[in-house]
């Protein structure tokens, strides 16, 4: 059989994971310090166990509505009322999904044709570009900098939009620079986009994880965005959910409509067990995640004077659990430092053009991670750089 052409190209042409390369090498070094996956070190909060644990108990283990469980719908809607005042309905306007990544792949697949152009800031999560590439859409790279504190500048915005643009991509708080948008940053995105027909995939997967006075503000929010707006959010980051892969879209029914149409094909429902559990999350967790967020907030600060330390400098993050360091003073590229220093010293990062060609000259640590792991892995960084002969910050 020739495989190479039976397989779409679409398909073929996708590039593999910057992130999963780097853990995968890693997961081959018992003694290395991986920094590099985006995924909570907390244990899922006991009463969400509790109530997974009791669904299978009493034998809760059937599909549910391909929507999802509607006393979860009708929870995901008053937590999003609670937290970020968006009001959805929860008959029509919620789609739980596997995870929110399928969520992202359902908006994608419902909005996006072939030719139409979808406007991706970066750098960003990897998976927003094969997604639409897959749909036959046009990727728009758009590069966000850090003279702008990675937020996307609304007249940089309003100069990509063509009578091709479909959709907007907003991945805030974002994964890897840790930017948030503040208030004025999505008004001013609102403004550009009043008076055309992009629609807005408002990716808010760490909207509970930011940092200071100021909370997430949803983009849908806003006067005349919610029409225009597809919310995804989800269970994985806020709850240290990660494995129960539960996530969710709220938008305009017509949209949300297609999307289930789609995820009825596709996948049926999502995780009978993890619905259930979700609903205890949303009802009693809030505490929780204030706890996980505090502890975040401690890592986040020693990470950035750790590397700030090292004479690497390092952009403070607002949000989510990332920090992105520059090393071009280190005169190597982005794969050539983290190659190396996996090699020399068993530390895994995520080289930053992972998250698009902007990401170059930057790299991607995690500190949602133990604080001896942190400090033990900004040692190892330290020595790595004394080795090389980089420049670095006076002690």
């Avoid at 948030?180 to 001013?188: H, K, N, P, Q, S």
Wanted: net charge negative; proline share 6%; glycine share 8%.
């Amino acid at each position: 059989m020739e495989y190479e052409k039976l397989i779409a190209p679409a398909a073929a042409a996708m590039r593999p994971s910057g992130i999963r390369k780097f853990f995968d090498l890693a997961a081959e070094m018992p003694e290395c310090i991986s920094l590099g996956v985006g995924e909570p070190d907390f244990k899922t909060p006991w009463a969400i166990r509790e109530a997974g644990i009791d669904s299978l108990e009493h034998g809760r283990t059937r599909y549910t509505s391909n929507a999802g469980l509607k006393e979860l719908r009708v929870e995901i809607c008053r937590y999003l009322k609670r937290r970020f005042e968006l009001d959805y309905d929860p008959l029509h306007e919620v789609l739980v999904t596997v995870g929110g990544s399928e969520a992202i792949d359902m908006c994608v697949r419902a909005l996006v044709s072939p030719g139409d152009e979808v406007i991706i800031p970066e750098p960003c999560f990897v998976c927003y570009e094969p997604i639409t590439t897959l749909s036959g859409g046009v990727p728009v790279h758009l590069p966000c900098r850090l003279e702008d504190e990675f937020r996307l500048n609304a007249e940089a915005l309003r100069q990509a939009i063509t009578p091709r643009t479909k959709l907007l991509i907003l991945p805030f708080p974002n994964n890897p620079t840790g930017a948030v948008l503040e208030r004025e940053d999505l008004e001013a995105i609102a403004e550009v986009l009043r008076g055309t027909n992009v629609i807005v995939l408002s990716d808010e997967i760490y909207s509970e994880l930011t940092y200071g006075a100021n909370r997430h503000i949803s983009i849908a929010s806003l006067p005349g965005m919610k029409e225009r707006t597809v919310v995804v959010n989800g269970f994985s980051k806020s709850y240290a959910m990660t494995g129960w892969r539960l996530g969710y879209a709220c938008g305009p029914a017509p949209i949300i409509q297609i999307m289930t149409k789609i995820h009825q094909s596709a996948i049926m429902s999502a995780p009978t067990t993890s619905q259930y559990a979700a609903i205890v999350a949303l009802k009693e967790c809030d505490k929780e995640i204030e706890q996980m967020r505090d502890e975040y907030n401690m890592r986040r600060r020693l990470v950035v004077k750790g590397f700030n330390d090292l004479g690497l400098t390092c952009f403070e993050p607002k949000g989510a659990f990332y920090a992105f360091p520059c090393i071009q003073s280190t005169g190597m590229t982005s794969q050539e430092f983290c190659t190396r220093l996996l090699e020399q010293k068993h530390v895994a990062l995520v080289p930053g053009d992972a998250f698009g060609d902007s990401g170059e000259g930057y790299c991607r640590v995690s500190y949602a991670y133990s604080v001896e792991h942190l400090k033990e892995a900004l040692k190892r960084i330290g020595e790595f750089l004394q080795e090389i002969g980089a420049p670095c910050a006076e002690q």
